[in-house]
Protein backbone atom coordinates (compact mmCIF):
# COMPACT_ATOMS: atom_id res chain seq x y z
CA UNK A 1 0.00 0.00 0.00
CA UNK A 2 1.74 3.72 -1.00
CA UNK A 3 2.27 5.83 1.84
CA UNK A 4 1.35 9.49 1.97
CA UNK A 5 4.30 11.28 -0.08
CA UNK A 6 6.27 12.62 2.73
CA UNK A 7 6.09 9.45 4.76
CA UNK A 8 7.17 7.69 1.55
CA UNK A 9 10.36 10.17 1.57
CA UNK A 10 10.65 8.69 5.05
CA UNK A 11 9.95 5.43 4.33
CA UNK A 12 13.10 5.37 1.20
CA UNK A 13 15.45 6.77 3.65
CA UNK A 14 14.90 4.06 6.09
CA UNK A 15 15.67 1.53 3.86
CA UNK A 16 18.19 2.87 1.56
CA UNK A 17 20.22 5.11 3.87
CA UNK A 18 21.69 8.42 2.60
CA UNK A 19 20.72 9.38 -0.59
CA UNK A 20 20.51 13.05 -2.83
CA UNK A 21 17.61 14.65 -3.93
CA UNK A 22 17.50 13.83 -7.63
CA UNK A 23 18.21 9.80 -6.55
CA UNK A 24 15.28 10.10 -4.42
CA UNK A 25 13.94 11.73 -7.42
CA UNK A 26 14.20 8.88 -9.98
CA UNK A 27 13.42 6.35 -6.92
CA UNK A 28 10.35 7.36 -6.35
CA UNK A 29 9.21 8.58 -10.09
CA UNK A 30 7.50 5.40 -11.06
CA UNK A 31 5.24 5.03 -7.78
CA UNK A 32 4.03 8.60 -8.73
CA UNK A 33 3.55 8.53 -12.56
CA UNK A 34 0.44 10.41 -13.57
CA UNK A 35 0.39 12.27 -10.56
CA UNK A 36 0.74 15.87 -11.19
CA UNK A 37 2.32 16.93 -8.05
CA UNK A 38 5.02 14.89 -8.19
CA UNK A 39 8.27 16.64 -9.12
CA UNK A 40 11.91 17.32 -8.11
CA UNK A 41 10.88 20.44 -6.54
CA UNK A 42 8.22 18.91 -4.52
CA UNK A 43 10.47 16.04 -3.29
CA UNK A 44 13.13 18.85 -2.30
CA UNK A 45 10.32 20.45 -0.86
CA UNK A 46 9.32 17.53 0.91
CA UNK A 47 12.73 16.93 2.11
CA UNK A 48 13.29 20.61 3.61
CA UNK A 49 9.82 20.32 5.07
CA UNK A 50 11.22 17.02 7.17
CA UNK A 51 14.48 18.65 7.98
CA UNK A 52 12.32 21.75 9.64
CA UNK A 53 10.62 19.20 12.20
CA UNK A 54 14.04 17.78 12.38
CA UNK A 55 12.93 13.93 10.88
CA UNK A 56 15.80 14.61 8.42
CA UNK A 57 19.08 15.94 8.32
CA UNK A 58 20.97 17.30 4.82
CA UNK A 59 24.75 17.04 4.91
CA UNK A 60 26.68 17.65 1.60
CA UNK A 61 24.05 17.07 -0.36
CA UNK A 62 22.66 13.79 0.96
CA UNK A 63 19.72 13.42 3.15
CA UNK A 64 19.40 10.52 5.43
CA UNK A 65 17.27 10.08 8.58
CA UNK A 66 18.01 11.27 12.29
CA UNK A 67 17.45 9.32 14.88
CA UNK A 68 14.43 11.03 16.42
CA UNK A 69 13.51 11.20 12.18
CA UNK A 70 13.87 7.04 12.33
CA UNK A 71 11.58 6.69 15.39
CA UNK A 72 8.89 8.56 13.93
CA UNK A 73 9.12 7.07 10.56
CA UNK A 74 9.00 3.63 11.56
CA UNK A 75 5.67 4.44 14.28
CA UNK A 76 3.66 6.01 11.52
CA UNK A 77 4.13 3.28 9.07
CA UNK A 78 1.39 0.36 9.33
CA UNK A 79 1.87 -3.00 11.70
CA UNK A 80 3.24 -4.73 9.11
CA UNK A 81 6.11 -2.52 7.88
CA UNK A 82 7.38 -1.03 11.35
CA UNK A 83 9.56 -4.10 12.24
CA UNK B 1 30.65 28.89 1.09
CA UNK B 2 30.63 25.54 2.34
CA UNK B 3 28.00 22.83 1.55
CA UNK B 4 26.64 23.26 5.49
CA UNK B 5 26.46 27.24 5.21
CA UNK B 6 24.18 26.71 1.96
CA UNK B 7 22.11 23.92 3.84
CA UNK B 8 21.68 26.22 6.43
CA UNK B 9 21.04 29.46 4.64
CA UNK B 10 18.20 26.96 2.52
CA UNK B 11 16.92 26.37 5.82
CA UNK B 12 16.75 30.30 6.92
CA UNK B 13 14.57 31.22 3.86
CA UNK B 14 12.50 28.19 4.52
CA UNK B 15 11.77 29.94 7.80
CA UNK B 16 11.63 33.27 7.20
CA UNK B 17 8.72 32.00 4.44
CA UNK B 18 7.11 29.89 7.33
CA UNK B 19 7.11 33.72 9.53
CA UNK B 20 5.97 35.05 6.35
CA UNK B 21 2.78 32.63 5.63
CA UNK B 22 1.98 33.26 9.66
CA UNK B 23 1.69 36.47 9.35
CA UNK B 24 -0.27 36.49 5.65
CA UNK B 25 -2.96 33.66 7.46
CA UNK B 26 -3.40 36.63 10.02
CA UNK B 27 -3.83 39.64 7.40
CA UNK B 28 -6.83 37.21 5.37
CA UNK B 29 -8.24 35.70 8.37
CA UNK B 30 -9.23 39.53 8.84
CA UNK B 31 -10.71 40.37 5.51
CA UNK B 32 -12.46 36.83 5.98
CA UNK B 33 -13.82 38.26 9.15
CA UNK B 34 -15.39 41.45 7.48
CA UNK B 35 -16.71 39.49 5.09
CA UNK B 36 -18.86 37.21 7.46
CA UNK B 37 -19.83 40.15 9.11
CA UNK B 38 -21.00 42.23 5.68
CA UNK B 39 -22.78 38.85 5.02
CA UNK B 40 -24.68 38.86 8.29
CA UNK B 41 -26.25 41.90 7.30
CA UNK B 42 -28.49 40.27 4.68
CA UNK B 43 -31.34 38.32 5.58
CA UNK B 44 -31.84 35.45 6.81
CA UNK B 45 -28.31 36.17 8.32
CA UNK B 46 -29.45 39.04 10.19
CA UNK B 47 -32.32 36.67 12.43
CA UNK B 48 -31.36 37.66 16.21
CA UNK B 49 -33.74 35.67 17.16
CA UNK B 50 -32.31 32.46 15.48
CA UNK B 51 -28.74 33.24 16.33
CA UNK B 52 -27.66 29.78 16.90
CA UNK B 53 -29.16 28.27 13.66
CA UNK B 54 -28.08 31.25 12.05
CA UNK B 55 -24.52 30.82 13.24
CA UNK B 56 -24.33 27.58 11.93
CA UNK B 57 -25.62 28.15 8.67
CA UNK B 58 -22.75 30.63 7.94
CA UNK B 59 -20.31 28.46 9.14
CA UNK B 60 -21.53 25.58 7.23
CA UNK B 61 -21.89 27.80 3.68
CA UNK B 62 -18.22 29.15 4.48
CA UNK B 63 -16.90 25.94 5.14
CA UNK B 64 -18.41 23.80 2.34
CA UNK B 65 -17.09 26.75 -0.11
CA UNK B 66 -13.69 27.07 1.38
CA UNK B 67 -13.80 22.77 1.59
CA UNK B 68 -15.11 22.88 -2.83
CA UNK B 69 -12.07 25.35 -3.11
CA UNK B 70 -9.55 23.28 -1.32
CA UNK B 71 -10.55 20.38 -3.47
CA UNK B 72 -10.94 21.87 -6.42
CA UNK B 73 -6.89 23.28 -5.71
CA UNK B 74 -6.31 19.64 -5.05
CA UNK B 75 -7.18 18.32 -7.98
CA UNK B 76 -5.79 20.73 -10.30
CA UNK B 77 -2.78 20.16 -8.31
CA UNK B 78 -2.72 16.48 -9.08
CA UNK B 79 -3.33 15.48 -5.55
CA UNK B 80 -6.45 13.86 -5.34
CA UNK B 81 -4.89 10.37 -4.56
CA UNK B 82 -2.86 11.65 -2.18
CA UNK B 83 -5.78 13.07 -0.21
CA UNK B 84 -7.16 9.52 -0.07
CA UNK B 85 -3.83 7.68 1.05
CA UNK B 86 -3.13 10.25 3.16
CA UNK B 87 -6.88 9.52 4.89
CA UNK B 88 -5.84 6.34 5.77
CA UNK B 89 -2.68 6.53 6.80
CA UNK B 90 -1.63 6.78 10.58
CA UNK B 91 -0.60 10.69 10.23
CA UNK B 92 -3.95 11.16 8.35
CA UNK B 93 -5.32 9.43 11.47
CA UNK B 94 -3.77 12.27 14.05
CA UNK B 95 -5.47 15.28 11.06
CA UNK B 96 -8.60 13.70 10.95
CA UNK B 97 -8.60 13.26 15.43
CA UNK B 98 -7.37 16.82 15.01
CA UNK B 99 -10.21 18.36 12.74
CA UNK B 100 -12.85 16.52 14.28
CA UNK B 101 -11.88 18.26 17.69
CA UNK B 102 -11.10 21.44 16.28
CA UNK B 103 -14.72 21.48 14.27
CA UNK B 104 -16.62 19.93 17.67
CA UNK B 105 -15.07 20.95 20.46
CA UNK B 106 -13.67 24.37 19.08
CA UNK B 107 -16.72 25.95 17.15
CA UNK B 108 -19.26 23.75 19.49
CA UNK B 109 -17.79 25.07 22.80
CA UNK B 110 -17.31 28.90 20.96
CA UNK B 111 -21.20 29.03 20.17
CA UNK B 112 -22.49 27.53 23.46
CA UNK B 113 -20.07 29.66 25.29
CA UNK B 114 -21.67 32.74 23.54
CA UNK B 115 -25.26 31.75 23.55
CA UNK B 116 -24.83 30.87 27.58
CA UNK B 117 -21.91 33.32 29.06
CA UNK B 118 -22.48 36.11 26.16
CA UNK B 119 -19.40 37.43 24.12
CA UNK B 120 -17.73 39.64 26.48
CA UNK B 121 -16.53 36.43 28.40
CA UNK B 122 -16.24 33.77 25.85
CA UNK B 123 -14.59 35.99 23.36
CA UNK B 124 -11.27 36.65 26.10
CA UNK B 125 -11.28 33.02 27.01
CA UNK B 126 -11.43 31.64 23.63
CA UNK B 127 -8.48 33.64 22.57
CA UNK B 128 -5.98 31.70 24.74
CA UNK B 129 -6.18 28.77 21.99
CA UNK B 130 -2.40 29.83 21.11
CA UNK B 131 -1.70 29.46 24.63
CA UNK B 132 -3.04 26.30 24.99
CA UNK B 133 -1.83 25.02 21.50
CA UNK B 134 1.70 26.10 23.05
CA UNK B 135 1.50 24.37 26.07
CA UNK B 136 0.38 21.06 24.38
CA UNK B 137 3.60 21.69 21.73
CA UNK B 138 5.60 22.31 24.22
CA UNK B 139 4.96 18.86 26.07
CA UNK B 140 3.47 16.78 23.36
CA UNK B 141 5.48 18.09 20.13
CA UNK B 142 8.38 18.84 22.71
CA UNK B 143 8.76 22.02 20.67
CA UNK B 144 11.29 24.38 21.45
CA UNK B 145 9.92 28.05 23.08
CA UNK B 146 13.00 30.22 24.16
CA UNK B 147 11.60 32.80 27.03
CA UNK B 148 11.27 35.28 24.48
CA UNK B 149 8.59 33.11 22.79
CA UNK B 150 6.47 32.91 25.11
CA UNK B 151 6.81 36.53 26.71
CA UNK B 152 5.26 37.16 22.90
CA UNK B 153 2.36 34.54 22.71
CA UNK B 154 1.53 36.37 25.91
CA UNK B 155 1.21 39.73 24.28
CA UNK B 156 -0.60 38.98 21.12
CA UNK B 157 -2.93 36.70 23.19
CA UNK B 158 -3.20 39.49 25.96
CA UNK B 159 -3.56 42.16 22.48
CA UNK B 160 -6.35 40.40 20.74
CA UNK B 161 -8.39 39.80 24.00
CA UNK B 162 -8.11 43.64 24.62
CA UNK B 163 -9.07 44.46 21.11
CA UNK B 164 -12.38 41.43 21.06
CA UNK B 165 -13.09 42.86 24.30
CA UNK B 166 -16.93 43.37 24.56
CA UNK B 167 -18.18 45.40 27.42
CA UNK B 168 -20.83 42.87 29.65
CA UNK B 169 -24.49 43.62 29.08
CA UNK B 170 -27.32 42.91 31.75
CA UNK B 171 -27.27 40.02 34.48
CA UNK B 172 -25.44 36.89 33.85
CA UNK B 173 -28.13 33.97 32.98
CA UNK B 174 -28.34 30.46 35.31
CA UNK B 175 -26.05 28.99 32.65
CA UNK B 176 -23.16 31.46 32.67
CA UNK B 177 -19.86 29.09 34.34
CA UNK B 178 -21.43 26.41 32.25
CA UNK B 179 -20.89 29.02 29.10
CA UNK B 180 -17.10 29.85 30.53
CA UNK B 181 -16.69 26.14 31.07
CA UNK B 182 -17.48 25.34 27.22
CA UNK B 183 -15.47 28.56 25.89
CA UNK B 184 -12.80 27.05 27.77
CA UNK B 185 -13.13 23.83 26.37
CA UNK B 186 -13.34 25.51 23.07
CA UNK B 187 -9.70 27.00 23.40
CA UNK B 188 -8.77 23.47 23.95
CA UNK B 189 -10.32 22.37 21.18
CA UNK B 190 -8.52 24.88 18.98
CA UNK B 191 -5.69 24.44 20.83
CA UNK B 192 -5.24 20.94 20.60
CA UNK B 193 -6.67 21.01 16.59
CA UNK B 194 -3.61 22.60 15.99
CA UNK B 195 -1.14 20.18 17.75
CA UNK B 196 -3.06 16.97 16.10
CA UNK B 197 -2.95 18.58 12.76
CA UNK B 198 1.01 19.60 13.08
CA UNK B 199 2.00 16.17 14.11
CA UNK B 200 0.23 14.48 11.25
CA UNK B 201 1.75 17.26 8.61
CA UNK B 202 5.04 15.57 9.62
CA UNK B 203 3.62 13.42 6.90
CA UNK B 204 0.95 14.77 5.51
CA UNK B 205 1.10 17.66 3.40
CA UNK B 206 -0.24 20.95 4.85
CA UNK B 207 -3.08 21.21 1.55
CA UNK B 208 -4.43 17.68 1.98
CA UNK B 209 -4.67 17.73 5.97
CA UNK B 210 -6.74 20.99 5.18
CA UNK B 211 -8.80 19.56 2.69
CA UNK B 212 -9.73 16.69 5.54
CA UNK B 213 -10.48 19.05 7.95
CA UNK B 214 -12.70 21.50 4.99
CA UNK B 215 -14.52 17.92 4.35
CA UNK B 216 -14.79 16.91 8.24
CA UNK B 217 -16.23 20.45 8.95
CA UNK B 218 -18.71 21.05 6.31
CA UNK B 219 -19.92 17.71 7.28
CA UNK B 220 -20.60 18.34 10.80
CA UNK B 221 -22.08 21.54 10.26
CA UNK B 222 -24.53 21.30 7.24
CA UNK B 223 -25.02 17.46 8.66
CA UNK B 224 -25.30 17.62 11.95
CA UNK B 225 -25.34 21.12 14.14
CA UNK B 226 -27.11 23.21 11.59
CA UNK B 227 -29.95 20.67 11.26
CA UNK B 228 -30.06 19.85 14.38
CA UNK B 229 -29.77 23.91 15.51
CA UNK B 230 -33.22 23.93 12.91
CA UNK B 231 -34.99 21.53 14.81
CA UNK B 232 -34.41 23.10 18.60
CA UNK B 233 -34.93 26.93 16.98
CA UNK B 234 -38.84 25.33 15.16
CA UNK B 235 -37.65 26.64 12.05
CA UNK B 236 -39.38 24.96 8.81
CA UNK B 237 -35.76 23.45 7.28
CA UNK B 238 -36.56 23.72 3.67
CA UNK B 239 -37.92 27.09 4.11
CA UNK B 240 -34.42 28.27 5.37
CA UNK B 241 -32.30 26.27 3.53
CA UNK B 242 -34.64 28.21 0.44
CA UNK B 243 -34.14 32.13 2.48
CA UNK B 244 -30.23 30.48 2.18
CA UNK B 245 -29.83 30.26 -1.69
CA UNK B 246 -31.56 33.24 -2.69
CA UNK B 247 -29.79 35.54 -0.40
CA UNK B 248 -27.07 37.50 -1.34
CA UNK B 249 -25.34 37.23 1.79
CA UNK B 250 -24.33 33.82 0.46
CA UNK B 251 -21.86 35.34 -1.88
CA UNK B 252 -20.44 37.15 0.38
CA UNK B 253 -19.94 33.94 2.71
CA UNK B 254 -19.02 32.02 -0.97
CA UNK B 255 -16.13 34.77 -0.61
CA UNK B 256 -15.06 34.47 2.63
CA UNK B 257 -14.95 30.69 2.03
CA UNK B 258 -12.07 30.88 -0.69
CA UNK B 259 -10.31 33.66 1.39
CA UNK B 260 -10.66 31.47 4.64
CA UNK B 261 -9.09 28.53 2.91
CA UNK B 262 -6.40 30.94 1.44
CA UNK B 263 -5.87 31.84 5.58
CA UNK B 264 -6.04 28.52 6.41
CA UNK B 265 -3.39 27.31 3.97
CA UNK B 266 -0.71 29.69 5.01
CA UNK B 267 -1.62 29.15 8.84
CA UNK B 268 -1.53 24.75 8.10
CA UNK B 269 1.89 25.73 6.46
CA UNK B 270 3.37 28.10 9.01
CA UNK B 271 2.67 25.37 11.54
CA UNK B 272 4.34 23.04 10.00
CA UNK B 273 7.28 25.16 8.50
CA UNK B 274 8.08 27.12 12.22
CA UNK B 275 5.98 25.53 14.59
CA UNK B 276 2.34 25.62 16.21
CA UNK B 277 3.57 28.14 18.67
CA UNK B 278 4.98 30.58 16.76
CA UNK B 279 2.32 30.26 13.49
CA UNK B 280 -0.79 30.35 16.02
CA UNK B 281 1.23 33.56 17.95
CA UNK B 282 1.39 35.36 14.33
CA UNK B 283 -2.04 34.02 13.14
CA UNK B 284 -3.85 35.70 15.47
CA UNK B 285 -2.43 39.29 14.82
CA UNK B 286 -5.38 38.92 12.73
CA UNK B 287 -7.38 41.33 15.43
CA UNK B 288 -4.72 43.98 14.90
CA UNK B 289 -4.86 43.63 10.81
CA UNK B 290 -8.80 43.52 11.22
CA UNK B 291 -8.67 47.39 13.04
CA UNK B 292 -6.33 48.42 9.89
CA UNK B 293 -8.82 46.78 7.34
CA UNK B 294 -12.40 48.46 9.30
CA UNK B 295 -10.58 51.82 10.01
CA UNK B 296 -10.00 52.09 5.49
CA UNK B 297 -13.24 51.38 5.63
CA UNK B 298 -13.99 53.86 8.00
CA UNK B 299 -16.10 52.09 10.00
CA UNK B 300 -14.46 51.93 13.36
CA UNK B 301 -13.95 54.32 16.04
CA UNK B 302 -10.14 54.15 17.46
CA UNK B 303 -10.75 53.48 21.06
CA UNK B 304 -7.55 53.56 23.62
CA UNK B 305 -8.34 49.99 24.08
CA UNK B 306 -8.51 49.23 20.51
CA UNK B 307 -4.52 51.01 20.20
CA UNK B 308 -3.20 49.37 23.32
CA UNK B 309 -4.38 45.90 21.77
CA UNK B 310 -2.79 46.80 18.62
CA UNK B 311 -0.05 47.93 20.25
CA UNK B 312 0.47 45.07 22.25
CA UNK B 313 -0.27 42.35 19.55
CA UNK B 314 2.82 44.18 17.59
CA UNK B 315 5.19 43.84 20.01
CA UNK B 316 3.96 40.41 21.11
CA UNK B 317 5.05 39.56 17.18
CA UNK B 318 8.23 40.93 16.93
CA UNK B 319 9.44 39.06 20.02
CA UNK B 320 7.44 35.90 18.50
CA UNK B 321 9.70 36.59 15.15
CA UNK B 322 12.54 37.47 16.94
CA UNK B 323 15.49 36.01 15.50
CA UNK B 324 14.61 33.21 13.06
CA UNK B 325 18.09 31.11 13.10
CA UNK B 326 16.53 30.06 16.59
CA UNK B 327 13.80 28.48 14.48
CA UNK B 328 16.53 25.72 12.42
CA UNK B 329 15.92 22.88 15.10
CA UNK B 330 11.83 23.33 16.27
CA UNK B 331 11.90 20.67 18.67
CA UNK B 332 14.14 18.90 21.30
CA UNK B 333 13.97 15.35 20.74
CA UNK B 334 15.12 16.00 17.23
CA UNK B 335 18.17 17.77 18.50
CA UNK B 336 19.39 15.06 20.63
Known amino acids: MMQPFRLALGELLLDRGAMDGEEVFTT ?30 EAWGKWSLTRYGEDRVRRNLPKTRQA | MTAHDTADSRSLAYMRKGLFLAVLSGMIFSLDGLLITRAGTFAPYDDVGLLLLVTMACAGVHDTCAGVCITIYNWRTGRLRELVRSAASRPGRAVLGGSAIGAALGCGGYMAGLQMAGPAYTLPITTMYPAVAALLAFFVLRERIPPRGWIGLCLCVGGAALVGYVPPSGQPGSFFYLGLAFAGLAALGWGTQGVCVTSGMDFVEPEIALNIYYILSACFYVGLAAPTAALLSGVDAMTFVGDIVTSRGTAFLALAGFLGMTSYLAWYKAMNMVGVSRAMALNISYALWGIGFTALLGNVEITKTLLVGAVTIFLGMCLVIGNPREMLSLRKDAAS
Open chain 1, 28 to 57: LAPRYEGEGFFSSGAVLQGLQSLAATGIVR
